[in-house]
């Protein structure tokens, strides 16, 4: 697997890979006391999975290439920083980006800066899984502090994150620190958006629609995501819990089948109960499930 980078949102970026995992989001109609029938067919989606096309934002021009020199510094990154990341610099295992004003245009603030275990760096390579994992449980947690807002936002919001190592130089000069930047975006956007001067609180309370994940077409599935103070009529409305931390993993089709159900109830519910309606739902696999996940998305179909 390539280097590692974020949270649940639906845009996880995990030991599994430089952003999130895959998911698997499907449309279904409903009728009120009657079964749901799904009549799209599912789509995997990859990475960054409600991230996969924010489109409406404002064209950025990433930072000036950096020399070898920079990304080979063994000095840990400075807390707080802002960078103007594109999709392609937070694809990388490694970054030494110019840092920029955070009053100024930026795509990335550093929210967390740390030191590996020594018991987990001792005999590991800067690419080993134990230290993707530790990175992403710490700078995971440490997201939502940052951003604040409750779990469930947390996961339908366009903000995400990713992390960086030492390069493979840096690494064999003794650096051992990791680094989380909070982004507004994913691996399969089409571009990172512009951050506010510091991302920190930016989902408590009741989220601006900016920050929140909507869709803008017939049906939900593969459709690119954007943020909701777009056109939309799509939206992702809840999460719905179907685990406690120390639970296994039930299985696919016992994942799908509850997402499908509570999904139905909770965005009738949200709509007011219509006769009939259009609902979406996404729900994550045994790799998210060891992850700490143990939540699903709805959506619910309306007229913005």
């Known amino acids: 697997m390539p280097h590692d980078v974020a949270y649940p949102s639906p845009f996880l970026l995990g030991p ?3 952003r999130h995992p895959g998911t698997v989001l499907a449309t279904a109609h409903c009728c009120l006391d009657e079964d749901v029938s799904v009549r799209s067919r599912f789509a995997v989606l990859l990475p960054a999975l409600l991230l996969s096309a924010l489109t409406g934002c404002t064209e950025l021009t990433p930072a000036s290439s950096v020399d070898r020199e920079d990304i080979d510094t063994v000095a840990a990154p400075e807390l707080g920083a802002c960078r ?3 999709v392609e610099d937070i694809e990388q295992s490694s970054n030494a980006s110019e840092v920029v004003d955070c009053a100024g245009t930026h795509t990335a603030e550093t929210f967390t800066v740390g030191t590996f275990p020594k018991r987990l760096a001792k005999n590991a390579g800067p690419n080993g899984p134990a230290l993707g994992a530790f990175a992403f449980g710490e700078c995971s947690e440490r997201f939502l502090r940052f951003v604040g807002g409750e779990e469930s936002s947390v996961l ?3 903000l995400t994150w990713a992390w960086f190592r030492p390069s493979d130089e840096a690494w064999e000069k003794g650096a051992r620190w990791y680094r989380c930047d909070v982004v507004g975006g994913g691996a399969t956007s089409g571009d990172l958006v512009a951050l506010p001067k510091t991302a920190k609180g930016l989902l408590l309370g009741r989220p601006d629609d900016r920050w ?3 869709a803008n077409a017939p049906d939900v599935v593969g459709a690119p995501k954007i943020p909701c103070s777009e056109p939309h009529n799509w939206r992702a409305i809840s999460t719905v819990v179907l685990g406690d931390a120390k ?4 299985g696919d089709r016992l994942v799908e089948v509850q997402t499908r ?7 009738g519910a949200w ?9 979406g739902y996404t729900y994550f696999h045994e790799a998210e499930w060891k992850t700490g996940n143990r939540r699903s998305i709805c959506w619910a179909k309306t007229r913005q």
């Open 16 to 18: 599994l890979g430089n």
């Open 84 to 86: 103007l990341l594109d």
């Open 156 to 158: 339908r919001s366009t």
């Open 212 to 214: 929140m994940v909507c």
């Open 247 to 250: 639970d296994r993993y039930p």
């Open 261 to 267: 159900d509570y999904c139905s109830d909770q965005v």
């Open 271 to 279: 709509l007011n109960y219509p006769v009939d309606y259009d609902y």
